[in-house]
Each structure stands twice: as structure tokens, then as C-alpha cells.
């Protein structure tokens, strides 16, 4: 089945740096891929999709993610990290039976 | 536009009651999807429901149930709670996930068991 994995539940990056997430799919087919953002105390906000019309995708807030066949991956970044960035994000996948199946998130740490 | 609502925010039940959780999705939209949140397992999917049917279940048991309504507003039920089912329940809600599937969600219901 169709899935997500995340590595690193957690991330911590200087204010300034570079932001990497990291997400891997398994997949046979190209899915429908998404990255979201959890700030504390609320739900979810989309950050940015992937629906085959780019492998680049920019989102929101300054972030992108690039869809690798390839790599079977979709990392997120950001070139320049800002405190309120802090958050957990979650890369999730749309399935065939379209069920929306998250990752297990990555909480960003910025350090000031 | 008003964004998805939930209610209640927080509440505090004991081992063997019930609770109701409401969702009312942005107006248009006729899928309401519902997650379970922990620190542990992360986003779980519980079930989707899509013009007042059961679209799809997540891998939950029985004692966890929904509905919708014709007005598209949901309600997910917990029966017989246990310690293990304190967790955040999200609503996200969408135009139809036959298409590219974006979700919009609430802020969540937190539920405590003691």
C-alpha cells in the first residue's frame, strides 16, 4: 500500500540555515503528494502539493519540495530558516482508494 | 469563508463513557475525513464520509463510529473509552477527494480519559 516515511522526528536548524525535511513514498505509480504544517494547538495547514504538473512545487511561507521518481522522494526546504518556522510538518499521500495517509511528522527546531 | 469548526475543543471523560465529537465542514465541501492524533502514532486515519456515506474506515475498532449529516456536518462517536483513546481527533474536510484531495482542518477536539 501506499505510504510515507519521514526521517528524523526531529530537526533542529540555526535561523538562517537551510530547512531539509525529508520524505520518502513507495509507490508505483506517481501519486498525489503533500506537505503539511502543525503549529502548536492547531490543525493542519497545507503547505504545498504535488499532482504531476511540476516536480518543483513552491508553497507557502517560502517553502518547495521536489519530486524525485528517481529517489522516490519529496523533501521539503526552505533556504533561509525564520523562528516562527517552528512547527511539525507531515508529509503525507493520497492512495488509490483516496485515502490521505500522513507520515509520522518532523518537529523543526529553530535555534536562535 | 468560515474554516472547518469542531466542538467541543477539550474535554475530560472517565474510562467506559461515551463522547460525541461535532465537525462542521467549510460550506461547499461534502467530505469530511477524521484523524486521530498522538504523540506516538501520529495522524491516524479513522474514516471518510462523503454526502452521508461511509467512503472509507481506517483500521479502528468498532467501538468508533461516525455519520453524516445532509448538511455535510459530521459527528464521530467513542464508545466504551479506554486510557489509549486520549489523543487530539481531527476533522478535515475537502471538496471531494476524488480529486487532488487537499484537506482543510480543524483545530481538533482533545480528548482526556482518566
Known amino acids: 500500500a501506499q505510504s510515507v516515511t519521514q526521517l528524523g522526528s526531529h530537526v533542529s536548524v540555526s535561523e538562517g540555515a537551510l530547512v531539509l525535511l525529508r520524505c520518502n513514498y513507495s509507490?508505483?505509480?506517481?501519486?498525489?503528494l503533500f506537505w503539511y504544517v502543525q503549529y502548536p494547538n492547531q490543525g493542519l495547514q497545507l503547505l504545498l502539493k504535488?499532482?504531476?504538473?511540476?516536480?518543483l512545487v513552491k508553497g507557502i511561507n517560502g517553502f518547495e519540495a521536489e519530486f524525485k521518481k528517481s529517489e522516490t522522494s519529496f523533501h521539503l526546504t526552505k533556504p533561509s530558516a525564520h523562528m516562527s518556522d517552528a512547527a511539525e510538518y507531515f508529509c503525507?499521500?493520497?492512495?488509490?482508494?483516496?485515502?490521505?495517509?500522513f507520515g509520522k511528522g518532523t518537529r523543526l527546531h529553530i535555534l536562535p | 469563508k468560515a474554516g472547518v469548526t469542531q466542538t467541543p475543543r477539550y474535554l475530560i471523560k472517565t474510562r467506559g463513557q461515551q463522547v460525541t465529537l461535532s465537525c462542521s465542514p467549510i460550506s461547499g465541501h461534502r467530505s469530511v475525513s477524521w484523524y486521530q492524533q498522538t504523540p506516538g502514532q501520529g495522524l491516524q486515519f479513522l474514516f471518510e464520509?462523503?454526502?452521508?456515506?461511509?467512503?472509507n474506515k481506517g483500521n479502528f475498532p468498532g467501538r468508533f463510529s461516525g455519520r453524516q449529516f445532509s448538511n455535510s456536518r459530521s459527528e464521530m462517536n467513542v464508545s466504551t473509552l479506554e486510557l489509549g483513546d486520549s489523543a487530539l481527533y481531527l476533522c478535515a474536510s475537502s471538496l471531494s477527494l476524488a480529486n487532488t484531495g487537499e484537506l482543510f482542518f480543524g483545530e481538533g477536539s482533545r480528548l482526556t480519559v482518566l
Open positions: 504535488y499532482t504531476s504538473a511540476a516536480t
Open positions: 503525507a499521500v493520497k492512495r488509490r482508494d483516496d485515502k490521505i495517509i
Open positions: 464520509y462523503f454526502s452521508e456515506t461511509q467512503r
Open positions: 509507490s508505483s505509480v506517481p501519486p498525489y
